[in-house]
């Protein structure tokens, strides 16, 4: 994960889920600015790494009491009590949330102010509490890249579009604009990964709902083919790749034995090539890409049918001869 994001603190964790959560801070007001070790995020898979029910085996995340846990350091002789309170401290969370609509034991409460360790409480249901702290530290600490091209939801897919300066991707983006599909992000497309096999794009706000057409300049898309003509963000499934008509001879195969990938943050992406010459109708094979990317999601592989008639027919002719 990205250890160089700088949102976070504990403050920032409190004041963004205020509503949500209905929470109160209890303990440990001397610390707002308390933060994730920057080695446990370079070490963190995803967010299920950094936040999840009391746990003496994972520190330095962000510890949440169900009514079991504060049972577990309640129902115990003072010494006892004392002892499991005090290893929270070896733990060094960035934070402690007591859920479940219970009461932290005033051992606890105690302890967070000393080692200044933030203490929240909150009627919501634990479970909750870590599926809305998970989500919202996978969105701040996952990696992030951009990438120049065009961003697309055709027929329900993200597709991006890449290529050289001069292709006319921005121009093929407004053509499929106009036959019903929508337009994520023009030009400079961010590309966060947001699980272990999943990319999302998003439009910088500075560019959002805006197309940069050669010779005619910025279009307001949602205001010229409406609200159903934008997306918010899109996770990315297909990369089409634009390139000159000698270019592909060159450098591709015409019929691929193996489905081109490409990778993103560690992650592969389908692809396919494209080549730009007059007279070819781009949105058409545009979209022709994306349903044959549909079929083979659902198990239709044409070029392996193909093989298998082939080979079929072969043996066949063999058999009469």
Same mark, same amino acid.
């Given at each position: 994960?990205?250890?160089?994001?700088?949102?976070?603190?504990?403050?920032?964790?409190?004041?963004?889920?205020?509503?949500?959560?209905?929470?109160?801070?209890?303990?440990?007001?001397a610390?707002?600015?308390r933060?994730?070790?920057?080695a446990?995020?370079?070490?963190?898979?995803?967010?299920?790494?950094?936040?999840?029910?009391?746990?003496?085996?994972?520190?330095?995340?962000?510890?949440?009491m169900?009514?079991?846990?504060?049972?577990?350091?309640?129902?115990?002789?003072?010494?006892?009590?004392?002892r499991?309170i005090?290893?929270?401290?070896?733990?060094?969370p960035?934070?402690i949330? #007591?859920?479940?609509d219970?009461?932290?034991?005033?051992?606890?409460?105690?302890?967070?102010d000393?080692?200044?360790?933030p203490?929240?409480?909150?009627?919501?249901?634990?479970?909750?509490?870590?599926d809305?702290?998970?989500?919202?530290?996978?969105?701040?600490?996952?990696?992030?890249?951009?990438?120049?091209?065009?961003?697309?939801?055709?027929l329900? #897919?993200? #597709?991006?579009?890449?290529?050289e300066?001069?292709?006319?991707?921005?121009?093929?983006?407004?053509?499929?604009?106009?036959?019903?599909?929508?337009?994520?992000?023009?030009?400079?497309?961010?590309?966060?990964?947001?699980?272990?096999?999943?990319?999302?794009?998003?439009?910088?706000?500075?560019?959002?709902?805006?197309?940069?057409?050669?010779?005619?300049?910025?279009?307001?898309?949602?205001?010229?083919?409406?609200?159903t003509?934008?997306r918010?963000?899109?996770?990315?499934?297909?990369? #089409?790749?634009?390139?000159?008509?000698e270019?592909?001879?060159?450098?591709?195969?015409?019929?691929?034995?193996?489905?081109?990938?490409?990778?993103?943050?560690?992650?592969?992406?389908?692809?396919?090539?494209?080549?730009?010459?007059?007279?070819?109708?781009?949105?058409?094979?545009?979209e022709?890409?994306?349903?044959?990317?549909?079929?083979q999601?659902?198990?239709?592989?044409t070029?392996?049918?193909?093989?298998?008639?082939?080979?079929?027919?072969?043996?066949?002719?063999?058999?009469?001869?």
């Amino acid at each position: 994960m990205d250890n160089d994001a700088p949102h976070f603190s504990a403050e920032a964790l409190f004041q963004v889920h205020q509503d949500a959560l209905q929470w109160q801070w209890v303990a440990g007001h001397a610390s707002p600015d308390r933060r994730f070790d920057p080695a446990v995020l370079q070490q963190a898979q995803s967010a299920a790494d950094l936040v999840g029910f009391l746990n003496y085996i994972h520190p330095y995340r962000v510890q949440v009491m169900s009514w079991r846990e504060v049972e577990y350091l309640s129902d115990a002789s003072t010494d006892d009590a004392s002892r499991r309170i005090a290893r929270i401290v070896t733990l060094d969370p960035p934070a402690i949330v #007591v859920a479940d609509d219970r009461l932290p034991p005033p051992a606890l409460i105690a302890m967070c102010d000393r080692a200044e360790i933030p203490l929240f409480t909150t009627a919501s249901n634990a479970g909750h509490v870590i599926d809305i702290l998970r989500s919202w530290l996978g969105q701040i600490f996952a990696k992030r890249t951009s990438v120049h091209g065009v961003m697309l939801d055709i027929l329900g #897919v993200g #597709v991006l579009l890449t290529g050289e300066s001069g292709l006319g991707k921005s121009e093929l983006g407004l053509e499929l604009i106009s036959r019903g599909h929508g337009l994520v992000a023009d030009d400079v497309v961010e590309v966060q990964r947001v699980s272990q096999t999943s990319l999302e794009a998003r439009c910088p706000d500075l560019l959002q709902n805006l197309l940069e057409v050669r010779g005619i300049g910025l279009l307001d898309i949602k205001a010229i083919f409406g609200e159903t003509a934008v997306r918010r963000k899109m996770r990315v499934k297909l990369i #089409v790749h634009l390139v000159r008509r000698e270019t592909l001879e060159r450098e591709f195969e015409r019929i691929p034995h193996e489905p081109l990938v490409q990778e993103i943050l560690s992650i592969p992406v389908r692809k396919v090539v494209v080549a730009v010459d007059a007279g070819r109708n781009l949105a058409v094979l545009v979209e022709a890409a994306v349903r044959n990317h549909i079929l083979q999601l659902r198990g239709i592989d044409t070029y392996q049918d193909f093989l298998r008639r082939h080979h079929e027919a072969m043996q066949q002719g063999q058999s009469e001869n």
